[in-house]
């Protein structure tokens, strides 16, 4: 009895605590897009950010856009092949780029690399009371610090999925093509009878949306880390993990939602 008395009372904690969370970064966002609207943007703060979120990050995604194409290419000529379905690969192996692997991978490469310097940044600059200073100076730090980030993830984001999606699709017909031997001619043929312009609007969309939800979850866990060093390196996992975590549900809900925006046709 005590046992079941101790699990729904930790159950409901962990509950309580998840709604406090999502009302206080729903807050955040809110906030976030009122600064946007009513006030001029930080020009030098917004290009600092977009070089640290969209330049710097092009290696990475470029990398893994590249290799998932490969690998899925890959994988799908082998199970086709016994089908004699060899033609397809290009079309299915584009369509998974596009609709799903490369702005899901996309999102957590960055959230694991941006989401988590971004928490760190501003942990440090709580505890070394750089925000109390901005406010002591009559600086907003929603205005100076997130909305710069905001506006630099939602630019980039989208921008290094397109990339890492054409990078799928270069890697995937090297390997598809003069590797495994499909005709080029059918692969080329198959990829533009059944990819639309809706695929590729599908995964900016997405990223679009994900870009949100990596920079409202890391910076809150950033402004909202303790006041010790500890807290530093707590808030840079806790952003990293929740903002991936995030991400990989919401593609959930995101991908019936834009299916039925966009169906199939």
């Known amino acids: ?65 590249i290799f998932t194409g490969a690998v899925f290419a890959a994988q799908i000529q082998f199970q086709f092949h016994r089908l004699g379905m060899d033609s397809a690969t290009g079309s299915v192996a584009t369509l998974a780029m596009c609709r799903e692997l490369g702005p899901v991978l996309s999102a957590l490469m960055i ?45 980039s984001l989208p921008a290094l999925v397109a990339m890492a999606i054409a990078g799928g699709m270069a890697a995937g017909y090297v390997v ?43 910076c809150h866990k950033g402004l909202m880390s303790g006041t010790g060093a500890e807290s530093v390196g707590k808030a840079t996992t806790e952003a990293a993990v929740s903002s991936s975590l995030s991400v990989l549900i919401a593609n959930f809900f995101f991908t019936f939602m834009l299916n039925s925006l966009f169906p199939a046709s």
Do not use: H
Not at 40 to 63: A, D, E, H, N, W
Not at 111 to 123: D, F, H, K, N, T
Not at 189 to 200: G, H, K, P, S, V
């Open 111 to 155: 959230a694991g690399r941006v989401g988590s310097a971004m928490a760190a940044e501003l942990a440090t600059m709580k505890i070394s009371e750089q925000i109390d200073a901005l406010r002591a100076l009559a600086v907003y730090p929603i205005e100076y610090l997130i909305v710069p980030r905001f506006v630099a993830m939602m630019i």
């Open 176 to 218: 598809a093509v003069p590797l495994l031997g499909v005709d080029g001619t059918y692969y080329w043929y198959n990829i533009l009878q059944f990819t639309e312009a809706r695929d590729m609007w599908i995964g900016l969309i997405k990223a679009f949306l994900f870009s949100i939800i990596i920079v409202s979850v890391s």
């Open 1 to 65: 009895m005590r046992w079941f008395q101790s699990f729904f009372l930790k159950a409901g904690r962990l509950a309580i605590s998840f709604i406090e969370q999502l009302g206080e970064v729903a807050l955040l966002m809110m906030e976030t897009f009122r600064c946007f609207f009513s006030r001029p943007l930080r020009m030098k703060q917004t290009i600092q950010q977009i070089y640290f979120v969209g330049v710097r990050s092009q290696v990475v995604v470029l990398t893994t856009g």
